[in-house]
C-alpha cells in the first residue's frame, strides 16, 4: 500500500500552529485541488479535546470560506479533522498564497473567540449532527484563543519532509 502525503512528513519537526501546502492534485479537466495541512497542536504533543475539536469543526469550515473563498478564484471544497485530533485538512479549488491562508486562519480564530457565551452552535442538532450532544463553545474559544496567543507559521513540505533512508528504515 502507497503512503498517502502526511506520512512522508516527519512529525517531530513539524512546527504548530502552522498552514502547510501538503499536496497539489489536478482533475481530469485540469482543475488544481491544494490539499492544506492546517495544524493546530504539535504532534505528539497533545490533542484537541474531543467537544471543542467538535465545535470548532462546526465553527472553523464556514469561517474560512468566508475569509478564504473569492468568486472565480478560490473555493474551499472541505475542512476536516485529522484523526490525530492536532489540526485540519482543507480540501480547496484554486492557488492562494501560503499568506492569505495564514491569514483566513487567524481571522477564523478571531471570529470563534467573538461568539457569544450563549451563540447557538450551528447544525448541533439530531436531525444535522450526528453526534449533537457532543459540543463545548468554550473548549473551542480556548483552542482558537490558544492559536492566536502562539501565531502561526507557514511551513513548507520540503523542509520537513522524511529523507528515503529514513522511510525505508520505518519500513
Known amino acids: 500500500m502507497p503512503l498517502i502525503d502526511s506520512f512522508v512528513v516527519d512529525h517531530t519537526v513539524m512546527p504548530a500552529p502552522a498552514v502547510r501546502?501538503?499536496?497539489?492534485?489536478k482533475t481530469p479537466h485540469g482543475d488544481e485541488i491544494e490539499i492544506w495541512d492546517l495544524r493546530f497542536i504539535k504532534p505528539n504533543t497533545g490533542m484537541m479535546p474531543e467537544k471543542g475539536l467538535h465545535t470548532f469543526e462546526h465553527l472553523f469550515a464556514g469561517f474560512?470560506?468566508?475569509?478564504?473563498?473569492?468568486?472565480?478564484?478560490?473555493?474551499?471544497?472541505?475542512?476536516?479533522?485529522m484523526g490525530c485530533k492536532t489540526g485540519f485538512y482543507m480540501s480547496l479549488v484554486g492557488t492562494p498564497s501560503g499568506e492569505s491562508v495564514r491569514k483566513a486562519?487567524?481571522?477564523s480564530m478571531?471570529?470563534?473567540?467573538?461568539?457569544?457565551?450563549n451563540?447557538?452552535?450551528?447544525?448541533?442538532?439530531?436531525?444535522?449532527?450526528?453526534?449533537?450532544k457532543l459540543h463545548s463553545l468554550a473548549e473551542a474559544q480556548d483552542l482558537a484563543s490558544m492559536v492566536?496567543?502562539?501565531?502561526?507559521?507557514?511551513?513548507?513540505?520540503?523542509?520537513?519532509?522524511?529523507?528515503?533512508?529514513?522511510?525505508?528504515?520505518?519500513?
Request: proline share 8%; net charge negative; with cysteine.
Open 21 to 25: 501546502l501538503a499536496k497539489i492534485m
Open 64 to 81: 474560512m470560506r468566508d475569509h478564504l473563498n473569492e468568486p472565480g478564484k478560490t473555493e474551499v471544497i472541505d475542512i476536516s479533522p
Open 105 to 107: 486562519l487567524l481571522a
Open 110 to 117: 478571531q471570529d470563534i473567540v467573538a461568539l457569544p457565551e
Open 119 to 132: 451563540f447557538k452552535i450551528p447544525a448541533a442538532n439530531p436531525l444535522q449532527c450526528g453526534s449533537y
Open 148 to 171: 492566536l496567543e502562539q501565531g502561526v507559521v507557514i511551513t513548507d513540505s520540503a523542509d520537513i519532509m522524511l529523507s528515503p533512508d529514513k522511510l525505508k528504515a520505518l519500513e
